[in-house]
């Protein structure tokens, strides 16, 4: 599809997580598909929750998986809907299908239905169920056995074949004896996950499907279903997987795989967009650009048909483009909370300057929260390093620099000339000093410049790790 295609409907599109654990990333990705699909047709955005699978749903999931929408700043326009609440309209539906033809009984026991699979297996068949309780002209039923709940079945066409042309993988044809009749109520009335769905897309008006390609499989048979209750289908674009590094589909043993330990882990939402929006879709060469332009390239072409691979290293990268291009006061709130983590309270405003000193090496805020809690609690030097760094010819000269620092002015260019003068009055040589006086300032000798590092630290506190050499 191009810009330029028509829209024979308003654009609504939907994400529909299950609540059954946190908002993993694949999913978040088909998310902001939607979203941004939906916003570059000026159309809706709907957030469903698919909670019949009680065992496993929980409000915990929920939460979180609004949360990480939040966090990432997928606004929706309707819902949260939760399907659980609208059992009654999925009964009323099948109620009207029974009576209308397009659905019927089925009395068939469990060790019933075994004994069909094996007989068929034995013949070489594949095993499906066979029509045995299916009204047909003429045909004869079963009387249904006394004291047996019966499942609601579909009556699917049995001939012919169910085609769509995939938004993503373009045509495909599945043929209606690969199909058999869905069970789309359970013996106690409830209604079953393909048959709730199609249901909701139906009464929600969607337009456009996107989903993860192992959904393929159910969509000839909602198509099926929503053509039998004269509903107008959606277009259908089946997103393929996010593998890991090895190839295998993206799990926990890749890492995290939830949107919030993202943000745990010091992601920037905007980061986060820019990358998963990269995993199977792309708009020429481009790698870094924002959520507008995102939306404006965002119409559904180009959408990748091969899986798009996991890459962390990627990620970093991006996000640490994203830190470096941040002002420097919007990056310090967000990088309090991270210090707060770690167990460390911000009590100045001098972190707003920390972070612009630091953020060029930081790929992630809480990379930038460690280098700043040193100016705000003690640091733990490796002793290996102190002991190479921090030497008896180099003592003098710290103890000399600790003094000078104790009444110079407090700006960079002071702190410069003390430095000097204490390089000129000892004979040392920069590196000698300033490698040590970083090892007991921050821990490490791996630091910006001295004098950018020793003005934001407090005096006192700056006198102090100096006489600790
Ligand atoms: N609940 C399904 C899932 O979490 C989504 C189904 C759909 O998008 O149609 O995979």
């Known amino acids: 599809m191009t810009p330029e295609t028509p829209m024979t409907r308003k654009v609504r599109t939907r994400i529909a997580p299950s609540p059954t654990g ?42 979180q998986i609004i949360a990480a929408m939040r966090w990432l700043d997928l606004g929706y326009d309707e819902g949260p809907f939760y399907q659980m609440q609208r059992l009654e309209r999925y009964r009323a539906v099948i109620d009207q299908m029974l009576v209308d033809g397009t659905a019927y009984h089925c009395y068939c026991q469990p060790d019933e239905l075994e004994a069909m699979r094996e007989a068929q297996r034995a013949r070489g068949d594949k095993p499906r169920y066979d029509g045995r309780w299916r009204p047909e002209p003429g045909k004869e039923l079963p009387v249904p056995p006394p004291g047996v709940a019966p499942v609601v079945r579909f009556r699917n066409p049995l001939d012919g074949d169910v085609s769509w042309d995939d938004l993503v993988k373009g045509r495909i044809t599945i043929s209606n004896r690969e199909l058999d009749d869905l069970i789309i109520a359970r013996p106690d009335g409830t209604p079953t996950y393909n048959f709730c769905v199609v249901v909701d897309d139906w009464d929600m008006q969607i337009s456009h499907v996107l989903r993860g390609d192992d959904h393929v499989n159910n969509t000839p048979r909602q198509i099926n279903i929503l053509r039998a209750l004269g509903a107008e289908l959606p277009v259908y674009g089946h997103v393929p997987m996010i593998l890991g590094p090895d190839g295998d589909k993206l799990s926990k043993r890749h890492g995290a795989v939830s949107v919030m330990q993202y943000e745990e882990a010091g992601y920037l939402p905007e980061a986060m967009i820019n990358y998963l929006s990269r995993l199977g879709w ?14 404006q390239w965002f119409d559904g072409a180009h959408l990748a048909k091969s899986p798009a691979q996991w890459d962390a290293a990627k990620l970093n990268w991006v996000n640490a483009q994203y830190i470096k ?67 008896e010819a180099v003592r003098p000269a710290v103890a000399l620099l600790a003094d000078k620092l104790a009444d110079c002015d407090w700006t960079r260019a002071a702190i410069a000339s003390a430095i000097k003068e204490v390089l000129a009055a000892t004979g040392l040589k920069m590196p000698q000093l300033a490698m040590a006086a970083r090892v007991l300032l921050l821990g490490t000798s791996q630091t910006p410049s001295l004098d950018a590092v020793i003005e934001l630290f407090l005096r006192e506190e700056v006198i102090a790790r100096l006489r600790t050499a």
């Open 22 to 63: 946190f908002l993993h990333l694949g999913t978040a990705r088909t998310a902001l598909f939607s979203w941004a699909f939906a916003r570059h047709f000026g159309g809706d955005f709907i957030l469903r929750i698919e909670d019949t699978d009680v065992a496993r749903s929980t409000q915990e999931a929920v939460d």
């Open 282 to 295: 792309s708009h020429g060469d481009d790698e870094l650009f924002d959520r507008a332009q995102l939306v």
């Open 325 to 391: 291009a941040m002002a420097d006061d919007v990056l310090a709130p967000m990088v309090a909370p991270q210090m707060q983590r770690l167990g460390v309270q911000v009590t100045d405003g001098r972190l707003v300057a920390i972070c612009g000193l630091f953020k060029d090496r930081c790929d992630t805020t809480v990379a930038l929260a460690q280098w700043a809690c040193g100016f705000y609690a003690p640091v733990k030097a490796d002793p290996a390093e102190r002991e190479r760094l921090v030497t």
